[in-house]
């Protein structure tokens, strides 16, 4: 064993993060997978859908978003690239 004391465990400050609302869900009960203009802002410029992080959406939003994303694409109103 070295003769040097253990050095002092730092404590990591912990962070608490805010939930922040993306300002156009404001007021939106669903999501339209019609509404393709409205989907646009959560795709990215490869056409992927933009994680919860980035567009500040709800868990719930996110999974509406999602799902209208997809039957969009389906419906070939969105690119799936």
Request: no cysteine; hydrophobic share 40%; glycine share 2%.
């Amino acid at each position: 064993m070295s003769d040097r004391p253990a050095a002092p465990r730092r404590r990591r400050r912990q962070t608490v993060r805010r939930v922040r609302v993306n300002p156009l869900l404001n007021g939106v009960d669903r999501v339209d997978w019609k509404d393709v203009d409205f989907l646009r802002e959560f795709l990215g410029d490869r056409a992927k859908i933009a994680p919860r992080r980035v567009s500040r959406a709800s868990a719930r939003a996110q999974r509406q978003i999602r799902i209208a994303i997809k039957r969009a694409r389906q419906m070939a109103l969105l690119p799936y690239e």
